[in-house]
């Protein structure tokens, strides 16, 4: 079997986040950058689904040059490939740019079974790749994945939704998105490092994938950034526990509203 | 005119409330705009239904009802909605960031090349356009995004947009459609899941306990509030490092970082490994004995108070409250 | 275990400081040389393995940078985009009193640092390493290397520690052997009490004849202050406030940047108070007049901690067995009295690069061979600065004016001072009874740590949290005590628990027992460790053994 997976760099979660000055974005001087958490969980079930039947994983990332870390340690847990999608056009793009130009480097990887990525990236947080490739790609789909069984030609995937699961089964090729308790993502061996400098990972712009300036300009901007509302001195509830219980259901309510 | 179009999410053939927050937000955008709203609706039997979303505010109310639109489908409600705007051409399309809205919206704006934005908290009219605000970076910094071109996609955050008033007997407009029902993903089985462990990431209420507790044999207070309150509980590495809880329960810079609507620390001194894990909270309540502990530097509400005593009044009162409401 | 895998190399280092990485460094670029003029190309593998996340993110220092080795070992260094923005501008010595300072009339030659530089190690080494990287140096962070391996007495190679095990003990999901790394010549670079340095100097008794090593602590916090507060250059050291008489050790404050400043205070590990808290120390020592003058309003951007080998010349081990090679401040190659090993390091990892090639290229890695290193060591300025201090930090036993009267004779006669050599003892016996410190009837009760004020001092757990200090929480405490039933008893009454006064981590503390809550036990808050050592060096019954963590756990140390 051929596993995509769709890979992106993000920064860690410890990181302060600090506006940059134009107001629009954060500052990356600091920030240590990752692999997304929820893309771990699709590369480690790449490597299991190769592991049972064979195959290869190829990685897919977009991005400026720091994206190649986060391919070599894809690679370092066991992939066999990378694709580096560069371009300053589809960095300056939104969320469908960034769609679009992985969609055209899959489609360079056809024929492929099954392409896997995480749920949602902890930058933007939109939630959106999986359902914008799949369309791109015009195939079908199952999100947030918490347990996926492939079986010939199908998935058997359950899927995590508010106060349940649900079971889907999807034809391949399809995308899988991965949510979170799918799996446990392997540590990168060391030999698993140093193989993985030797690994290839094949750099691509725009233009070699076929798509042209207009097809990446955003759909969406950001036109202003801030960190979150400082929070006003504390509001202290007086009187014994009784009365203080009631005032504050009564706060959380009319002034809250958060109840 | 412009048209403001909603997607009417459905289980149990009523309307989730989430998607009746986003008509109800439609209708104060459309307003704002001078336009109407319309709503798409997509099940089997759903077709009255449309009473229901004309109260809430939508003008016109498009029906795709067909046994075998039963179940949610990605590629076919996907392909209904996207029908629909192509035939209202509308200036906006807000669907609620549900699990089906999460699935479907990025599928739509697609289909169409529009320009989505995801788990917004807030929408505006800016200059006859839409401008909204969303959380990044895990809460820890929000963007303001405009869109280009139409129509402008938007996902709403559940629980944070006021419902309307609805008017009953509202005058609203009926569509019939059809469309094809095929798809090559499906769902074969649905089930619930045990009750009661809601996972603290994704939870909207968290009730937290500390040291302050004082032994395990008390941590149950702390279970008892946040059954009280729906919440699901949480805990400071310090109680689960002395092996009072799971780790799974940990909030903080080493266990789970939370953004719910409403935290309730209890018994917490406030140390910055916990704030890193809770801090961007929307409300935080703090209840402990010490005035001067930290944790009322980040509190909106603070009680000074021993957690025996605070504890079991606000299970008390908060049970009555809950019942109260219906 | 048949499962271990086996990846041989021909030099392997183990630790990424600058010992390490310039050993590394070093052994590429004399392999290079050596093949241009060689009839056959030699090919030999270098690998270094490092317990951080990333290269540098476990180093700190001061710090105060000699750069005579780092010229020798990257001559364009400056060129190559080293850190060294900020040179050495002016040089303060202070005697400080409760409320009040007493300039230095002059710096003693020693702390003269002309021609030198402020710098981050964090920095540097991070530099270092990438330059290492360039040279197709084999540089793997996150594998910490867990256990010497031997063949009878020699040294074939370290065993890297497993991932993946619960905190009881069992393998979870995503379980991953350690490594076996098999080479020709191991260099040990761990920095101050490295614990395999420890466990093989004292397996292969490299330490007979040897005065027992010396430490301090160093515990440091970098601060944004507004421009002008202290000028960018500007080197400034400490003596007395908040130490007593009695008590080895100073402070250090550095302008490193416009804004920025380093300031630290090193505590001697051979201290008499058996409440002594070197933490609180330092936050004490940032509420003097001078020092508060020049970080108010400022802010608190990390902090970190780190053991320091004082011992000089005498307390260095054999550095050299079969198959091994000592070098850095895991030897002990630090210079106490100019409070600088950087350069040290760097320039024994340089001669041990020499040392193994030339092992590696006579085909025998032996200690007969490997001595050549100790030889290269006595003929350089190595030998030369360490035998010129080499009675410093013993000199001090008896308080600081003795100290100072001792270091004085011993400027002036090469070394040699009033008495040579001069022996301490460990410095964990020092520390006496609460009953000898403070009379009888005094219990650890009778403790009282210091109100921080959250603005210019802090507490333990707020200072570890700006460590970036960050351990899985689901494997087992890294620190090992022999037997906790001495920290119930006898420490207890004994000492009260120095363990939770020294640990600059909040690491070690005693809790109330479930069933009686007048008995403590004690609980290990593993997960706060910053891997100074400073428990493995000072508990008082030596008990614990330090080992390492899962790999890429501890301390995140940008710009320390």
Redesign the interface.
């Known amino acids: 079997m051929k596993v995509v997976v769709c890979v992106k760099q993000v920064p860690d979660t410890e990181t302060r986040v600090k506006i940059a000055p134009e107001g629009n974005a954060i500052v990356e001087t600091d920030v240590n950058w990752i692999v997304s958490p929820f893309d771990e969980f699709a590369i480690e079930e790449a490597l299991r689904i190769r592991e049972a039947r064979g195959g290869e994983v190829v990685l897919v990332a977009a991005g400026p040059d720091r994206v190649q870390t986060a391919l070599r340690s894809g690679l370092a847990m066991g992939a066999d490939s990378g694709v580096h999608v560069k371009d300053p056009l589809v960095d300056a793009g939104d969320t469908l740019a960034t769609a679009r130009a992985l969609a055209g480097a899959l489609k360079t990887l056809v024929p492929f079974d099954i392409v896997l990525t995480g749920q949602q990236g902890v930058g933007g947080d939109h939630g959106q790749m999986p359902g914008l490739l799949a369309e791109l790609l015009d195939l079908p789909q199952v999100t947030v994945a918490v347990r996926i069984e492939i079986q010939d030609g199908k998935a058997v995937v359950e899927r995590e939704i508010e106060g349940g699961r649900e079971t889907w089964e999807t034809s391949l090729p399809a995308v899988i998105s991965t949510q979170k308790g799918l799996n446990e993502p392997r540590y990168a061996s060391l030999k698993g490092i140093m193989a993985a400098k030797r690994k290839t990972i094949q750099t691509v712009d725009a233009a070699a994938l076929g798509i042209d300036a207009a097809a990446l300009a955003p759909r969406l901007k950001v036109v202003a950034m801030e960190l979150p509302p400082a929070r006003a001195a504390v509001k202290m509830i007086s009187g014994d526990a009784e009365t203080q219980s009631k005032e504050l259901l009564r706060l959380l309510h009319d002034e809250a509203k958060v109840i | 005119m412009a048209v403001i179009l909603t997607f009417a999410e459905e289980r149990g053939g009523k309307v989730r409330r989430p998607a009746l927050e986003v008509v109800s937000e439609a209708r104060r955008l459309a307003d704002a705009l001078g336009g109407s709203v319309a709503s798409v609706v997509v099940g089997s039997g759903v077709g009255a239904l449309a009473t229901e979303l004309g109260s809430y505010g939508a003008d016109r109310v498009h029906v795709f009802d067909d046994p075998a639109l039963a179940a949610y489908a990605t590629e076919a409600y996907a392909r209904i909605v996207s029908q629909v705007v192509t035939e209202t051409r509308p200036a906006a399309v807000l669907l609620p960031f549900t699990a089906v809205g999460k699935d479907l919206a990025p599928r739509v704006a697609a289909r169409i090349g529009a320009g989505l934005a995801s788990d917004c908290v807030a929408l505006s009219v800016r200059e006859g356009r839409l401008e909204a605000r969303r959380p990044m970076y895990a809460g820890k910094a929000y963007a303001t995004v405009r869109w280009e071109g139409e129509p402008q996609m938007a996902t709403l955050r559940a629980n944070v947009f006021p419902l309307g008033a609805p008017e009953p007997g509202r005058p609203v407009e009926v569509v019939a459609g059809s469309a094809d029902s095929s798809a090559r993903a499906r769902v074969t089985a649905t089930r619930a899941t045990t009750a009661g462990k809601i996972e603290l990431t994704e939870a909207q209420v968290i009730v937290s306990g500390g040291r302050g507790l004082k032994g395990p044999e008390h941590f149950h207070l702390v279970q008892e509030l946040g059954e009280a309150f729906g919440a699901a509980v949480g805990a400071s590495r310090a109680v689960v490092d002395a092996g009072w809880v799971d780790h799974q329960m940990q909030v903080g810079q080493t266990g789970k970082t939370v953004s719910p609507t409403l935290y309730i620390a209890c018994g917490i001194s406030g140390a910055i490994q916990h704030l890193a894990g809770m801090s961007s909270s929307k409300i935080i309540v703090a209840i402990n004995k010490d005035a001067d502990a930290p944790i009322f530097k980040v509190a909106d509400y603070g009680i000074v108070g021993d957690a025996f005593e605070v504890l079991p009044k606000l299970t008390e009162a908060a049970r009555a409250y809950f019942a109260g409401k219906g | 275990m048949a499962e271990r895998?086996v990846?041989e190399t021909d030099v392997l280092i183990v630790g990424g400081g600058p010992a390490g990485l310039a050993a590394a460094i070093r052994f590429k670029d004399l392999l290079a040389e050596h093949n241009k003029n060689a009839a056959w190309k030699l090919e030999a593998g270098v690998m270094v393995v490092e317990k951080a996340a990333e290269f540098g993110a476990h180093s700190l220092s001061g710090a105060v940078l000699d750069p005579i080795s780092l010229k020798e070992l990257l001559p364009d260094f400056v060129e190559k985009g080293a850190p060294v923005a900020t040179a050495v501008t002016e040089d303060h010595v202070y005697l400080l009193t409760n409320g009040g300072r007493l300039g230095l009339p002059f710096v003693p030659p020693p702390l003269q640092n002309h021609g030198n530089y402020v710098v981050s190690l964090n920095q540097l080494v991070r530099w270092l390493a990438s330059q290492a990287e360039a040279r197709g140096i084999?540089a793997?962070a996150g594998?910490p290397g867990a256990e010497v391996l031997y063949d009878g007495d020699r040294v074939v190679g370290v065993r890297?520690g497993d991932?993946?095990i619960d905190k009881h003990g069992n393998r979870?999901?995503?379980f991953?052997p350690g490594?076996d790394?098999r080479a020709k010549v191991t260099i040990l670079a761990e920095g101050a009490r490295g614990s395999l340095t420890k466990s093989l100097v004292g397996r292969l008794r490299l330490d007979v004849g040897r005065i027992p090593q010396a430490y301090s602590i160093g515990l440091k916090e970098l601060w944004e202050v507004p421009k002008g507060r202290l000028s960018k250059g500007a080197v400034l050291h400490t003596m007395g406030f908040p130490l007593d008489n009695r008590t080895f050790g100073g402070g250090f404050i550095y302008g490193f940047t416009e804004d920025r400043i380093s300031i630290g205070l090193v505590v001697g590990l051979d201290y008499r108070d058996p409440f002594l808290d070197p933490h609180g120390l330092f936050q004490r020592f940032k509420e003097h007049p001078m020092v508060r003058r020049l970080l108010e309003g400022g802010k608190m951007l990390r902090y970190g901690a780190r053991a320091i080998s004082e011992g000089g010349w005498y307390s260095i081990p054999r550095p050299y067995a079969d198959g091994v090679l000592l070098v850095g401040e895991a030897a002990g190659y630090l210079n106490a009295m100019r409070l600088k090993g950087i350069h040290l390091a760097i320039k024994t990892g340089i001669l041990a690069a020499e040392t193994a090639l030339d092992a590696i290229v006579a085909g025998d890695t032996s200690a007969a061979t490997l001595a050549a290193f100790e030889d290269k060591v006595l003929g350089s300025y190595v030998k030369d600065e360490l035998w010129r201090v080499r009675n410093f930090h013993q000199g001090f036993k008896h308080g600081l004016w003795a100290g100072l009267l001792h270091s004085g004779v011993q400027m002036v006669t090469g070394g040699r001072g009033l008495v040579d050599p001069l022996v301490p003892s460990k410095g964990y016996a020092e520390t006496e009874t609460l009953a000898d410190y403070y009379g009888p009837g005094q219990t650890r009760d009778d403790f009282r740590r210091k109100k921080m004020d959250?603005a210019l001092t802090f507490d333990r757990?707020?200072d570890?949290?700006h460590s970036?200090t960050?351990?899985d929480?689901?494997q087992p405490a890294h620190l090992h005590v022999a037997d906790t039933n001495v920290c119930e008893t006898r420490c207890r009454e004994d000492y009260g628990n120095p363990c939770e006064k020294f640990c600059p981590a909040a690491v070690y503390e005693m809790?109330p027992k479930?069933g009686d809550p007048k008995d403590l036990r004690l609980?290990i808050?593993f997960?706060n460790c910053v891997h100074c050592k400073t428990c493995d060096v000072m508990d008082p019954y030596q008990i614990i053994t330090w080992v390492t963590p899962e790999g890429g756990g501890g301390p995140?140390y940008?710009d320390l």
């Open positions: 895998e990846i084999d793997m594998f890297t991932k993946g979870k999901a995503n991953e490594v790394l959250g757990v707020t570890v949290y970036g960050k351990h929480e689901d809790v479930a609980q808050n997960s995140r940008d």
